[in-house]
């Protein structure tokens, strides 16, 4: 006989749902115990001194229906035989048959029929009539069965209660309709007053029971469950093992799963359909796959709506697009393509791994739609950057709930509309919406984007005043919004009251995100470090993300390295946005090749690993490498979004391409083709194109004669190219139109004041200074970095905090000195302070990046290049340093500000003096 698979040894902590278990089942008569504790509402069941086991059921052979057939049931209305039932047809019942050909059988099939129609009143009038019989415990089963079909359980538990000697059929059919009805602690109770009461379950009552169990999460009892199911030879019924699989699964045990599966004599497609859930549950998608094709290898099943909804879930987390499509292929060979959850579950999947043209022909073939057919096409829309698609889908809608409005939150969320978001949560407060916690961290991120400090408050009363503040994850949303809103100071003081036995990971990746968002380097590190040595941040795949995103901003390469080894330990290179991390990482840090080699090891792709390799190119200002991965692009299923055109024609500033046409060519395709509207960040893009190039007048002309109202994006491209090409007068034109769009904007403010400083006007400069510090609005301030030996080193100008300040200082002149024999000459135009010329000087030569070079280069070999890292564009006084002293010092230094990368060596920028 072949090995019988146990119940797990390591169980959940015991509920008092499962309190002294062994006790019931195995009456240990060294432990009399009680039956658990009663649910809030106790059911008056028989007594257990009753001793139902001696009662024996007569025999019934009610399918020899001899005056009212099933047949002759279907074929009549509900309310005529409710009317014939009513109208007095039973007044003599002394028999087994009334005068009007009624009998026992008839009331059996009136009862199957109320339950087939819904007609509540005919069950009621058959219950009435069956009063009038001698107590009939199969009837009385019946009219159980009846009523909780009909969704009535407290009618059922009254019927039950009724019964002097309920057998094993009624306790089973109480106990499963209580398995259904969110009444699992009822439906477990009842279980143990029925093996209390000396009657044996069946195969019937293990699936009822099993079906609380699965329901509530409840291991331990289920344990217990397949114990005494093996105990008494159950397990080999299949009906059994099925549900002993799916509590395995659902509770993440898919060892026992798996051994049960093979385990099973005969399996049916529900056995296939749970392994294969549960494979998918646990992320162990290539098992999944390798099941469903051992499935049609060795068994020959077809499938079914739920075979195809869960192989679609694994295609769509493991963005496996082949299989998907494979998937899609059996679903319409057996004829499910018409099946509701089905076509859900593929508008998911070609969300995450097709294009919107699959999408939209999807939708528009679906015979019938629901509520969640509708939210899946707005969130469709919204993942691919349409919008205005997903408005007008949402205003379609037949009927829409919390849940449309919130993946409507959601995706203005992720297309960065916080505003837009904002509004809509409004909306929802003033329609009286559920809120869930799902809306509130929704809008607790919206305030993030905006990163408004006084909105930021107000919805954080509103979050703690209606009661969300001890939702975990509102309060972690909570605690990275104020890291993004100037709010450190609150950051820290959720941080530190963050309860000890709630897990901390979340909140302690969120801090030091915050930390490095807000230039305090040193702690974000320190933060990192502390978590990894007191065991309290579980790096998984969220963590691991955030982690390297924070290793490529900072530039850290030593650390993201770790963290890519550590995310390999983890096996978490499955996870598609890890992967991403880990590329963006690599391309931040300097290495474009071992970018390029992380995104080919990459199981499957998405839109976000294409835009992140373009991107990387881009920051390393390789244009036709950049341009060379979207025609790769352009090969696979992967649809562009709008990220993908912005970046595209960003591309044309470092190629020698016909930009213009090709520019204008790939707006245009844009809606075309791809059915994307441009927008102003398109035009923005295209504007910094032509600046780059010296075209400035082309570029105001563009901008001038845009189909739409630009926003302010487009104004500050212009105005960039102005301060690259040296067009002051074309600048200070920009400059007003930028004014009078945004006056409220904190670097509105610092424009106004060196547009005031550069031209002399220092009484107004101070002026607009002062207005900020009363508005409370503050810039923020230039910051450079160098990594040396594993620890972030960062300065400001003239920052004299350093330990080894007076070194670096000294450093600096011997540098200064150098430079100016070799030819360097101080651009004071660069000060926009009213001081002397020799104070001017003064102020440029102790500019946050000179401090961080002149360190790196007393600290590294000779052989080694200096990396540092700016928070804000390069001066161009800065810039005009560097390139002599890799003359002076002959060393190649790197430096990546905000436009991008630079490489300084033998008196040359890579830039080519244009960033």
Request: glycine fraction near 6%; proline fraction near 3%.
């Amino acid at each position: 006989m072949a090995s019988v698979v146990q119940p797990p040894i390591t169980a959940l902590p015991s509920s008092a749902l499962s309190h002294n278990l062994h006790s019931y089942f195995f009456h240990y008569p060294s432990k009399p115990t009680a039956p658990p504790s009663s649910p809030s509402k106790p059911l008056a069941l028989p007594s257990p001194s009753l001793s139902l086991s001696t009662v024996k059921p007569t025999t019934h052979h009610y399918h020899n229906h001899v005056f009212f057939s099933v047949s002759a049931s279907q074929s009549l209305q509900p309310q005529k035989v409710q009317h014939f039932i009513t109208s007095g047809t039973f007044a003599d019942c002394s028999s087994s048959r009334n005068r009007a050909g009624f009998d026992i059988d008839g009331l059996f099939d009136l009862l199957r029929l109320s339950g087939r129609c819904g007609d509540v009143e005919l069950a009621k009038a058959v219950h009435s009539s069956i009063l009038k019989f001698p107590e009939d415990t199969y009837m009385g089963n019946a009219l159980i069965t009846a009523y909780l079909k009909l969704g009535l359980v407290e009618e059922a538990c009254k019927v039950f209660r009724s019964l002097s000697c309920p057998n094993v059929v009624s306790f089973t059919a109480l106990i499963s309709g209580f398995s259904k009805s969110n009444r699992e602690a009822e439906a477990i109770e009842l279980f143990f007053r029925m093996r209390s009461s000396g009657i044996e379950p069946n195969e019937y009552s293990y699936v009822a029971i099993l079906t609380a169990c699965i329901r509530i999460l409840e291991l331990e009892l289920g344990s217990q469950v397949h114990a005494v199911a093996i105990k008494m030879g159950y397990l080999d019924c299949v009906f059994v093992s099925n549900a002993l699989m799916g509590l395995y699964g659902k509770c993440r045990c898919l060892d026992f799963v798996l051994k049960l599966f093979s385990e099973l004599p005969h399996r049916d497609l529900v056995s296939w359909n749970t392994v294969i859930f549960s494979a998918v549950n646990e992320f162990m998608y290539g098992k999944a796959f390798e099941l469903f094709r051992e499935m049609r290898r060795n068994d020959g099943f077809g499938v079914d709506h739920l075979t195809v909804s869960t192989l679609l879930t694994a295609c769509t987390d493991s963005t496996a697009f082949v299989e998907g499509q494979g998937v899609h292929a059996h679903a319409i060979k057996y004829g499910l393509e018409s099946d509701l959850s089905v076509n859900n579950a593929l508008i998911g999947f070609y969300t995450k791994c097709g294009n919107l043209k699959d999408v939209s022909a999807l939708f528009e073939r679906m015979p019938v739609r629901d509520t969640i057919t509708w939210t899946e096409i707005v969130t469709a829309y919204m993942n691919f950057g349409m919008m205005d698609l997903a408005l007008d889908a949402f205003e379609k809608m037949p009927e829409r709930n919390s849940i449309s409005y919130n993946a409507l939150l959601a995706g203005f969320c992720k297309n960065e509309e916080g505003l837009k978001a904002l509004n809509l949560f409004i909306e929802m407060v003033e329609e009286r919406l559920e809120l869930t916690d799902f809306t509130l961290t929704s809008v607790v991120n919206a305030c993030g984007l905006i990163r408004d400090c006084k909105i930021s408050k107000q919805i954080h009363g509103f979050t703690v005043k209606f009661g969300f503040g001890s939702n975990a994850c509102i309060e972690a949303a909570l605690l990275d919004m104020c890291t993004r809103c100037d709010r450190m100071a609150d950051a820290k003081k959720m941080f530190h009251r963050w309860p000890v036995e709630q897990d901390s990971s979340v909140v302690m990746t969120s801090m030091i995100c915050g930390y490095s968002r807000n230039g305090q380097l040193d702690e974000a590190i320190s933060l990192f470090n502390l978590g990894q040595y007191e065991g309290k941040m579980v790096v998984d795949e969220v963590a691991s993300t955030s982690l390297l995103g924070l290793c490529g901003s900072l530039g850290f390469h030593e650390l993201g390295k770790q963290m890519h080894c550590l995310a390999i330990k983890s096996d978490f290179l499955t996870d598609i946005g890890v992967g991403n991390a880990i590329v963006s990482m690599y391309a931040k840090c300097w290495s474009m090749e071992q970018a390029n080699k992380a995104f080919e090891t990459m199981a499957a792709h998405d839109v976000v690993s294409w835009n992140g390799l373009i991107a990387g190119h881009l920051l390393h200002r390789q244009g036709d490498e950049a341009l060379a991965v979207w025609s790769e692009m352009n090969k696979t299923s992967i649809t562009p979004d709008k990220i993908t055109f912005t970046l595209i024609i960003s591309a044309y500033r470092f190629t020698n391409a016909n930009l213009v046409d090709n520019c204008r060519s790939l707006l245009f395709s844009m809606k075309t083709k791809y059915d994307i509207e441009p927008t102003s960040e398109h035009f923005a893009s295209f504007v910094g194109v032509l600046g780059y190039r010296g075209l400035l007048e082309e570029a105001e002309e563009v901008v001038n004669k845009l189909p739409f109202e630009p926003e302010v994006s487009v104004w500050r491209a212009l105005l960039d190219s102005c301060r690259i090409r040296l067009n002051t007068t074309m600048g200070k034109r920009v400059a007003k139109r930028i004014l009078a769009m945004e006056p409220n904007d904190p670097s509105t403010y610092i424009l106004v004041s060196n547009l005031y400083s550069a031209s002399g006007r220092w009484h107004c400069s101070d002026m607009v200074r002062e207005d900020m510090r009363e508005k409370g609005f503050r810039k923020h301030p230039g910051q450079s970095w160098i990594v040396h030996e594993n620890k972030i080193w960062s300065f400001y100008a003239r920052d004299k905090s350093h330990p080894q300040a007076k070194d670096i200082y000294s450093g600096l002149e011997i540098l200064i000195r150098e430079c100016l024999k070799a030819g360097y000459v101080p651009d004071t135009n660069f000060v926009l302070h009213e001081i002397e010329e020799h104070q001017k000087k003064e102020f440029l030569f102790y500019h946050s990046a000179k401090l961080a070079a002149t360190y790196g280069l007393l600290m590294t070999k000779p052989s080694k290049p200096v990396r540092v890292v700016k928070n804000i564009v390069l001066c161009g006084d800065c810039h005009t340093f560097l390139k002599y002293v890799s003359i002076v010092t002959r060393r190649v230094i790197f430096v990546r500000d905000a436009s991008g990368f630079h490489c300084f060596s033998g008196g040359q920028c890579s830039c080519k003096d244009y960033w």
